[in-house]
């Protein structure tokens, strides 16, 4: 019994570490002001939305992105830089 309890435990820890690690990341350069937001390079489909998105510094980012809980769990949402 203190085994399984023992292993549910180790899981959710390791559950929410993976969240913390995800909406805080460590690669990205912050962007200046804002405390959730943060620099990416993404792809565009055909439609113009952000896919393939990856954190990455100022100099590389192609869009501006945050996480967003949605009903669904952690969403991302990025918006398009511009040219500078």
Do not use: K
């Amino acid at each position: 019994m203190n085994t399984r309890i023992a292993s549910w435990a180790t899981a959710a820890e390791l559950t929410v570490s993976a969240v913390v690690a995800t909406a805080a990341p460590a690669s990205a350069d912050m962007v200046p002001g804002s405390s959730t937001q943060f620099y990416a390079y993404c792809a565009v489909d055909l439609l113009g939305v952000p896919v393939s998105c990856t954190q990455t510094d100022q100099a590389h980012s192609s869009h501006i992105c945050q996480y967003l809980a949605t009903p669904l769990g952690l969403g991302l949402d990025c918006i398009q830089r511009s040219a500078q």
